[in-house]
């Protein structure tokens, strides 16, 4: 099968080879002063094979997306994929790759150590109905486990 070049980096990543779970540096864009924004591919789920579920997977969204906050003053953004098989975290003028995976550590930690999801609510969020805390740690305790693997983003030959 040919596909087109796109202008989405992630749509051109050929998803049949990847083997989640992973951490991959996704790009580097430089702004005109000199300040970097990498963008990392988080995949917590195999491409094509499974997903998380959205009750789950947007309870984690927003537990990381405030618990990684404690543990960096970098982040720009954290957010899921559309194909529900991970997360973009999108960092300031930060290019160390292993405390990048040690704050991710750390943040799937704080998830399993919730007792509930922040902004859950009709007032913060713009469908509070669709939440699941106990989804999002059966998530984060699956990544955490599998923390020996974040560095190998392809299947084996």
Known sequence: MTKDKTNVESFDLDHTKVAAPYVRLAGVKVGERGD??????IRL?????????????????????????NHTDQVVDLSPMGCQTGFYLSMMNHDNYEEVLDILAKTAQDVLDADAVPA???????WAASHSLEGAKALAQEFLAKKDEWRQ???AE
């Open 36 to 41: 970097e924004v990498r963008k990392y591919d």
């Open 45 to 69: 789920k195999q491409p094509n094979i499974e997903h998380m579920e959205m009750p789950a997977l947007h309870s984690l969204e927003h537990l990381m997306a405030d618990r990684i906050r």
């Open 120 to 126: 859950c609510n009709e007032v913060q969020c713009g």
């Open 153 to 155: 983003v392809f299947k």
